[in-house]
Every structure is written in structure tokens, then in C-alpha cells.
């Protein structure tokens, strides 16, 4: 057991006596920290009569112990946000977020589905009346064959012959003039306006690069350059005069109204030299050909007439 405290004695020093209840010095020290009355106390001076006072502070230490026993009891106190929780509350928030996103994006997407669609509808519907109107087409062309097929026929040869380039002529001559008297006859014909008329209309058709090719094109359909070697521009002793000709007049008609800006003065050089080189061609061509017949002869890959 541990060792009893002493007790102080009320009586002066030097004096000693029995002791006093009011002399305890842990109850002296925990009830008054006043120094007077301490000092009074010890000394023994005057007993001091606490009765009513400890018993009024007893109850109000109690009141208040049971007060705070009480409060502890019925109140939680709040605790403190941790890491966790605030990780929970983020991670929550961020889900929110993505719902929403993936939600708005899935929305989007439908809507375009169905403007494709609403688009889709409108694009068959009109690719199906285009349909119905080139059937239609068709079988009205149908029927009009049915019901005409020579002239049909006719008129489809007729633009596909005109639209290749080759037509049938009914004044020009499929093939050049190699006698004067082919040319006499045309002539003859020539004399007739309306027939004058269709052959420029024929010449307008031809094409060429320039204006001096379309001209020496459009003589080289009516001679050969054996026969255009026995005419001249302006005439001679030996050559006949190939100025005065329908079939000059003709030429000229055409060429003048396919190429407006060029002038007759230009279209008469360009006869006269084709008219003034024929002999010139003539022997070109003589000269080339033996040399095209033995380079044929030479080649072993070449193709040989028979």
C-alpha cells in the first residue's frame, strides 16, 4: 500500500494539535485556488464553514457532468471527409459525365440515321419517277417503230452516216473526176440553181484544219491530179481555164461561208496552186511508190498484196 499522506495541523507552528478535517491539502488545493482564503485556512485564524457552498458546487459539477454525459450521448459528432470519399464522390461525377456524353452521342447518331434515311426515301422516289418516264420513252418509241419502221430505219442510217463523216453525196462524186468529159457532164448538171445549191451544202460539211486544206480538199473531190495537171487558173494554150466553172463557183460559195473571214484574193492562191503543183505531185507520187514497194520487199514482217 502506499504511504499515507500527512496531515497538516491547524494550530500555529511550534503547536501541534489534532488534527482538522479542513486541513486536507488535496481537498484545499482541487476546492479554492483563492489565495486569502487558503492563507486563512492554514494559518487556523478562523474555521472556515464551506458546507452550503460545497454542496452548491457538488450539485452544479454533477448538473454539468450529466449535461455533457447526455450530450455526448444523443449528439454524433461530424466526421471529417476522408480521401476515400471524395475519390467515391469524383468517380461518381465523372460516370454521371460519360452517361451523358455516350447518351447525347448515341441521340446524334440516330438522328442521323434517320436524315439519311428521310434522304434515301426522297433519292428512290425520285430515281423511280425517272424510271417510269424513260420506260414510258421507250415504249412510245416502240410503238411509233411498230407503226413506221421503214422511216425510222431510213432516218437512224441517214444520222449515223452524217455523223461518221460519210454521206451519200448526190452531186459530188463519190470518186474524183479522171476524164474531162466526167467534168462536162457535172457541169451540165451544175447549170440547174437548185442543184448548185445542194452541192455547196454538201462542201459546207467537209472539215480540215485550215482554210488552204479545206480548199485543195474540196478540188481534190472533183479531180485527180492527172486531170487538174490539163487545167490552169487562168487558162493557157495547152490548159484549160478553171476560173469560170460551176464547180469553182461552188467551191467558193462553201468556203466563203465556213470561213467569213477570209477573202476571195485568198482563196484563188490557194486554187491556183493546186492546179500549179498537180505535175509536181504527180511525180512525187511515182517516185515514192517504187521506193514503198522495195522497202515492202525488204521487210519480212510487211503484208504483200497479192
Not at 517504187?290 to 522497202?295: E, F, G, M
Request: proline letters at 5%; one cysteine or more.
Amino acid at each position: 500500500m502506499p504511504p499515507k499522506r500527512k496531515s497538516r495541523n491547524s494550530a500555529c507552528p511550534g503547536k501541534r494539535g489534532k488534527p482538522n478535517a479542513y486541513h486536507n491539502w488535496d481537498s484545499y488545493a482541487e476546492e479554492d485556488s483563492s489565495g486569502s482564503d487558503f492563507e486563512r485556512v492554514m494559518i487556523g485564524k478562523r474555521p472556515r464553514n464551506t458546507s452550503a457552498w460545497e454542496q452548491s458546487t457538488s450539485v452544479l459539477k454533477e448538473q454539468i457532468s450529466a449535461g455533457s454525459e447526455q450530450h455526448n450521448l444523443t449528439e454524433t459528432p461530424p466526421t471529417a471527409a476522408t480521401d476515400f470519399d471524395s475519390g467515391v464522390g469524383q468517380l461518381l461525377s465523372l460516370n454521371n459525365i460519360l452517361y451523358n456524353n455516350v447518351l447525347k452521342e448515341i441521340l446524334d447518331r440516330l438522328k442521323n440515321i434517320q436524315k439519311t434515311q428521310a434522304a434515301m426515301e426522297a433519292w428512290q422516289k425520285d430515281r423511280g419517277e425517272e424510271i417510269c418516264a424513260r420506260l414510258e420513252k421507250i415504249e412510245s418509241d416502240l410503238e411509233a417503230l411498230q407503226r413506221d419502221p421503214h422511216r425510222k430505219t431510213g432516218a437512224v442510217t441517214s444520222d449515223a452516216i452524217t455523223n461518221s463523216g460519210h454521206w451519200p453525196t448526190k452531186v459530188i462524186p463519190l470518186n474524183p473526176f479522171t476524164l474531162g468529159s466526167e467534168l462536162e457532164e457535172l457541169e451540165k448538171k451544175l447549170l440547174d440553181e437548185e442543184t448548185l445549191k445542194l452541192m455547196v451544202r454538201e462542201f459546207e460539211k467537209l472539215t480540215a484544219t485550215n482554210y488552204d486544206k479545206y480548199v485543195r480538199m474540196c478540188w481534190r473531190k472533183v479531180f485527180v491530179d492527172e486531170l487538174a495537171e490539163k487545167y490552169c487558173w487562168r487558162g493557157t494554150t495547152t490548159k484549160k481555164c478553171i476560173r469560170p466553172l460551176c464547180v469553182t463557183l461552188a467551191i467558193r460559195s462553201a468556203s466563203r461561208a465556213k470561213y467569213p473571214e477570209y477573202d476571195d484574193a485568198i482563196f484563188d492562191r490557194s486554187s491556183q496552186k493546186f492546179f500549179q503543183y498537180a505535175h509536181d505531185r504527180i511525180i512525187k507520187q511515182a517516185n515514192y511508190e517504187p521506193r514503198a514497194k522495195k522497202v515492202n520487199q525488204d521487210d519480212p514482217l510487211a503484208i504483200s498484196n497479192p
